[in-house]
């Protein structure tokens, strides 16, 4: 189940977002739902990669630069907005780190399977 989740989260999310979309009328808000959920399945397969690449466990480095989206997402609403909407800075961030982690992982299992060629 493991090589499953960190090798192909993109059908897991998909699966995800077929269950939502089943149970909820609108497919905008299933599609919210699903990326949201995603981010766990996303962040977990990127940590178990980043750790089969370099070989130790990076997953505190993996969840520091992630968290520090929150702080810069706050920079960035405090300038365009006059005040920071915690639930909106939460939301907007939260679905940024789904939009980091997707590329993110594509890049680490091509990585990993270049690596895995050549030894």
């Not at 077929?18 to 699903?34: E, G, T, V, Y």
């Amino acid at each position: 189940m493991l090589v499953y989740i960190v090798s192909f989260p993109l059908i897991l999310w998909f699966m995800v977002y077929m269950i939502l979309r089943k149970i909820m009328p609108k497919s905008i808000n299933s599609f919210k739902l699903a990326c949201d959920a995603g981010v766990i399945l996303w962040f977990y397969a990127c940590s178990i990669l980043l750790e089969a690449i370099v070989g130790t466990n990076m997953f505190l480095l993996l969840l520091a630069a992630c968290f520090a989206i929150f702080p810069i997402n706050a920079i960035w609403q405090r300038i365009r907005y006059e005040e920071v909407l915690f639930t909106k800075m939460f939301v907007h961030g939260w679905r940024l780190l789904f939009l980091l982690l997707v590329p993110t992982h594509a890049i680490l299992f091509a990585i990993g399977v270049a690596q895995g060629m050549i030894r």
